[in-house]
């Protein structure tokens, strides 16, 4: 996996960013422990997936990449692909939820991508999916389950542990789990003996938590969470190297996951999304499970509504 790994970073390296890591003096005080901030809010197209849907571009024929491509996506994968497929010229249409939050939508339409609106369930975001493909031949690219969007999205945690190889924990956040996969594989790759890879979930949506319980893929009755990006679930590709690999999916509650969220737009003086700070959340709830150890957190991605803060 690590030469998978190290091949698709090569291949996408032009077309993303090569992401900060940042520190919070305060932050760490306030924990008791070193902390190491993956800035993917600074990701082109607002986020991680950016680096999944270049892969998986690069992976498609030449008869595929003239029929479009197609996905579903509440947001970030949506603008990810559609940026994604007008840097190599590939036509891209994006299902997505009708209550998705407008900068996102606005987002997509601004990277080129075409979308067509959805009932905010799974059920309707297949059945849709498959309209566009029967009408279009179009191919689809899942925001998370699929092999080639979990590698590309490991690069980020690739870059993080070469830069600290010697970090003790991961902590990320967990909807579909197309970046919790990828974490675990580059963990497991390029990460010293030991590394723990944690996820977070809100309690709203914690379908993975129950899932690792359970031992098969549980689905969720609600989405009601303020991680807009975390609304979905897992699948047969990712859950299989989630269920291998993660420590534990730690759940929080709305309040904490906002409290985490505004301590990093005040101390750290950035952008980050709900859903990034779901991972902090997971810190603060469970500080000494992690006092005094070296900790990496994948801030997931920026794109906020900022006429909607929750703060």
């Known amino acids: 996996m690590k030469e998978k790994i190290n091949t698709c970073y090569e291949k996408i390296k032009p077309y993303v960013h090569h992401t900060p890591i940042m520190e919070s003096g305060h932050i760490e005080n306030f924990l008791g422990s070193d902390l190491y901030f993956k800035c993917e809010n600074f990701q082109?197209?607002?986020?991680?997936?950016?680096?999944?849907?270049?892969?998986?571009i690069l992976h498609l024929t030449t008869e595929q990449k003239e029929k479009g491509v197609v996905t579903h996506s509440s947001g970030n994968f949506a603008q990810a692909l559609a940026l994604a497929a007008r840097t190599f010229g590939v036509k891209c249409y994006i299902v997505m939820p009708f209550n998705a939050p407008n900068v996102k939508k606005d987002a997509v339409v601004m990277y080129g991508g075409e979308i067509v609106e959805c009932a905010p369930?799974?059920?309707?975001?297949?059945?849709?999916?498959?309209?566009?493909?029967?009408?279009?031949?179009?191919?689809?690219i899942h925001?998370?389950?699929?092999i080639n969007v979990i590698i590309g999205n490991?690069?980020?945690?690739?870059?993080?542990?070469e830069t600290e190889p010697d970090l003790d924990a991961l902590i990320v956040p967990v909807g579909g789990g197309g970046l919790l996969a990828g974490t675990i594989l580059a963990a497991q790759a390029f990460?010293?003996?030991?590394?723990?890879?944690?996820?977070?979930?809100?309690?709203?949506?914690?379908?993975?938590?129950?899932?690792?319980?359970?031992?098969?893929i549980e689905c969720n009755l609600s989405v009601d969470t303020i991680a807009d990006g975390l609304r979905t679930q897992l699948g047969d590709?990712?859950?299989?190297?989630?269920?291998?690999?993660?420590?534990?999916?730690?759940?929080?509650?709305?309040n904490e996951i906002i409290s985490a969220m505004r301590?990093?737009?005040?101390r750290m003086k950035i952008v980050v999304e709900p859903s990034s700070a779901v991972a902090l959340a997971v810190l603060i709830k469970e500080r000494p499970l992690f006092e005094g150890k070296k900790v990496g957190i994948i801030l997931s991605g920026g794109n906020v509504d900022?006429?909607?803060?929750?703060?």
């Open 44 to 56: 082109r197209a607002g986020a991680f997936k950016m680096r999944g849907a270049t892969n998986a």
């Open 121 to 140: 369930t799974m059920e309707s975001r297949e059945r849709v999916c498959n309209q566009v493909i029967d009408e279009t031949g179009a191919t689809f």
């Open 143 to 146: 925001p998370s389950n699929e």
């Open 154 to 161: 490991s690069t980020a945690t690739k870059e993080l542990l």
């Open 191 to 216: 990460g010293k003996a030991g590394i723990e890879v944690y996820a977070g979930e809100p309690y709203e949506v914690d379908d993975a938590f129950r899932s690792l319980t359970s031992g098969k």
């Open 237 to 254: 590709v990712n859950f299989p190297i989630i269920k291998e690999g993660v420590k534990a999916i730690i759940r929080v509650r709305e």
């Open 263 to 266: 301590l990093i737009w005040q």
């Open 306 to 311: 900022l006429d909607n803060l929750p703060f």
